[in-house]
């Protein structure tokens, strides 16, 4: 029987599962770590063909590579696939390179800087040990890839969304983000992940993505959803889904879940139907989800469905405190949209994470503090500030090199530190420490403290994470001024 070892490589940790922002974790100030279900995917479908399969994270579980080098051996694969990131890159093709040198095995990447991505480009990279990279929606594609590489069954060139390495060198194939309907997937192997790892980031219990939806019709300048995933949005059905929560309930004991959609809010019947399906059965009051969302799509119905069906956390993109920013990163709402959100979302008794964006080219100082002066009014329980990114194939690219911000290609970076000097009249490292102060004053603010503090006596479990957060939110700003 073949084996195929499927993993996240030792380092930093990143949201290697998630294509649309690949978020640097462990520089962020209050996001968790997903979970690996992409690899969970794969493991489930490779297995379902007869392969014996390995699974593991050793980025989240904080391993090095004498661990993964101890399972490259006793394992013995036929095929290593990883998942990798634009920010990671680099780092997982010296792994490969580490991994190679242990066994001789076919090697498969994963990620969204391989989708559709110009060959030219790929050239700067080292693929020399690599037979293929995956940038589609791998669950449609990872079985007849690693049936041509470990059977000699079909044509990689007759395989949508890779690009494939031989002897004459690279070559691409179609693709596309038509995939069909996301209900004849089958769910992640739970049984294989160490779903202990992925918590809640607030009281620490395990917490399972639950992949909802994908693709959205917006044009975010700056968002690789609409480019990877589409503007064709598909959703699950509701059976589906719940029989995935049914699931992970009974068989593996967990209560909260993260419902992935590129913008969970945006089909209202859809989630309602989700919301009542919950409702309705035996799971309850005794399960607990958070979304994404956007600050146009909600409605006061939505949201008390959410509620009542156990939303513990609305997470909405409210990117700027700048209507000129809004309107020229094209994202569709205003100023006022973000305010009338949050009001709605507070007084449907959900809390409330919010994303914002500094640093795009167009910004000045003005515009920051109109950022930081939105962020106080809405007042969400959490805050993420990343600063612009300008990622391969996004308009925010070709803005930033017309610009002149442009520091280099994107390969190598992420929000926390992306490849731009910062905006056309703002530096990084002014942008940098204006973040740094806003959020140290943000989270230090004693109102904000009590809250927290009162919320620490209800869900005492709640106190350990915060103090870890807010440890790590001292390191990230007090070492930069
Ligand atoms: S709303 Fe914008 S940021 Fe959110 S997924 Fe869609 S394109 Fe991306």
């Known amino acids: 029987m073949n084996k195929v070892m499927l993993l996240y490589p030792p380092g930093k940790l990143y949201q290697r599962g998630e294509d649309r922002a690949q978020c640097n974790i462990e520089d962020s100030t209050a996001s968790s770590v997903h979970a690996c279900n992409d690899l969970g995917y794969a493991a489930s479908i490779l297995r379902a063909r ?69 060959l030219e480009r790929l050239q700067s990279l080292d693929f020399s040990l690599t037979d293929c990279t995956i940038g589609g929606e791998v669950e449609f594609v990872i079985a007849p890839v690693v049936d041509c590489l470990l059977r000699s069954e079909g044509k990689l060139s007759e395989i949508p969304g890779i690009v494939y390495f031989d002897e004459t060198g690279a070559h691409k194939t179609v693709f596309s983000c038509e995939t069909p309907n996301l209900d004849t997937l089958p769910f992640p192997a739970r049984d294989l992940m160490n779903n202990a790892l992925y918590v809640r980031p607030d009281t620490g219990a395990p917490m399972a993505t639950i992949s909802v939806a994908r693709g959205c019709p917006s044009h975010c300048i700056y968002c690789l959803t609409p480019h990877i995933t589409g503007r064709n949005v598909r959703y699950r059905s509701t059976e589906n889904i719940f029989e995935e929560l049914m699931e992970c309930y009974y068989k593996f004991g967990i209560r909260d879940f993260f419902f992935k959609a590129d913008t969970f809010t945006l089909n209202k019947p859809w989630a309602i139907a989700l919301c009542e399906r919950i409702i309705h059965s035996p799971l309850h009051g005794k399960i607990a989800f958070t979304a994404n969302g956007r600050a146009d799509t909600l409605s006061t119905e939505l949201l008390q469905k959410m509620k009542d069906a156990g939303c513990f956390m609305l997470a909405i993109g409210f990117e700027s405190g700048s209507d000129g920013s809004l309107n020229k990163m094209k994202k569709g709402t205003s100023v006022q949209k973000n305010l009338e959100a949050a009001a709605m979302i507070k007084a449907a008794g959900i809390p409330l994470f919010g994303f914002f964006m500094i640093g795009f080219p167009w910004e000045t100082e003005e515009d920051l503090q109109q950022t930081f002066a939105h962020i106080r ?6 805050v993420e500030l990343h600063v612009a990114m300008p990622f391969y194939d ?88």
Request: aromatic share 14%; charged share 25%; glycine share 6%.
């Open 50 to 118: 007869g392969y014996e399969v390995f699974l593991r994270d050793y980025q989240t579980e904080r391993k090095v590579f004498s661990d993964v080098e101890r399972d490259l051996r006793a394992f013995c694969p036929d095929l290593v696939f990883l998942s990798t990131t634009n920010a990671t890159i680099y780092d997982d093709l010296c792994f490969v390179r580490q991994v190679r040198g242990i066994v001789n095995c076919k090697i498969v990447l994963k990620g969204a800087i391989f989708f559709d991505a110009k």
């Open 377 to 382: 009014r809405i007042d969400p329980d959490f």
């Open 394 to 481: 996004t308009e925010l690219y070709d803005l930033c090199r017309d610009a002149g911000t442009l520091s280099g290609g994107s390969f190598g970076f992420d929000y926390v530190t992306p490849n731009t000097t910062g905006t056309a009249f703002v530096s990084m490292q002014r942008l940098l420490e204006l973040k740094g102060r806003f959020l140290l004053q943000f989270y230090t603010r004693p109102r904000y403290l009590i809250a927290k503090a009162g919320e620490c006596i209800r869900e005492p479990r709640a106190l350990i994470h915060y103090f870890v957060y807010g440890m790590r939110l001292l390191r990230h700003t007090l070492h930069k001024k």
